[in-house]
T-cell receptor
């Protein structure tokens, strides 16, 4: 099933290395998001973007960076400054980000990052 | 920012029984409340949502109720089936979407 694609599905990293997670959508959605999922903590927002070349920090942005050079793409870089990067990362998109009309979030299948 | 609390964290029911998951939120400006279902190893998917101008919404075996005064909303699943087993997340929209911590529902055949 298409829509929003994340890669890689599994990723292993040594401490001190930066890694970049890919997120691509073909839904023509304006808004894109990165969430981190940890057991017992639900989904926490890392970064979001409403439009190309614009992005905002979420609740847990420290140690992460993003870019939005194209509407379809919103890659997330987990830097060595992120103290506890082992987690499941979910990318999502929605038609727009505007008040109560955010609408449905469409999620990717996720990327599981393990730091060795 | 918004704070969403969700209970219980785990819930087991016999097939055919009802399941209820409850959430509270803190920001009175929140006006959109979706529920997502995440099956094991799969992506979260929207199952039902409610906006602040209504108090209840139903879709077959699933219903959501909203009490804006008390700032809580609930998911009700009737006649549960094994395929309802999943993790359910509530969320509240206030500038952004804030998720609860999830409820792992197990339906015992």
């Amino acid at each position: 099933d298409g829509g929003i694609t994340q890669s890689p599905k599994y990723l292993f990293r040594k401490e001190g290395q930066n890694v970049t997670l890919s997120c691509e959508q073909n839904l023509n959605h304006d808004a894109m998001y990165w969430y981190r999922q940890d057991p017992g903590q639900g989904l926490r927002l890392i970064y979001y973007s409403q439009i190309v070349n614009d992005f905002q920090k979420g609740d847990i942005a420290e140690g992460y960076s993003v870019s939005r050079e194209k509407k379809e793409s919103f890659p997330l870089t987990v830097t060595s400054a992120q103290k506890n990067p082992t987690a499941f990362y979910l990318c999502a998109s929605s038609i727009r980000l505007a008040g109560s009309n955010t609408g449905e979030l469409f999620f990717g299948e996720g990327s599981r990052l393990t730091v060795l | 920012g918004e704070n969403v609390e969700q209970h219980p964290s785990t819930l087991s029911v016999q097939e055919g029984d009802s399941a209820v998951i409850k959430c509270t939120y803190s920001d009175s400006a929140s006006n959109y409340f979706p529920w997502y279902k995440q099956e094991l190893g799969k992506r979260p998917q929207l199952i039902i949502d409610i906006r602040s101008n209504v108090g209840e919404k139903k879709d077959q075996r699933i219903a959501v109720t909203l009490n804006k005064t008390a700032k809580h909303f609930s998911l009700h699943i009737t006649e549960t089936q094994p395929e309802d087993s999943a993790v359910y997340f509530c969320a509240a929209h206030s500038l952004n979407l804030f998720f609860g911590t999830g409820t792992r529902l197990t339906v015992i055949p």
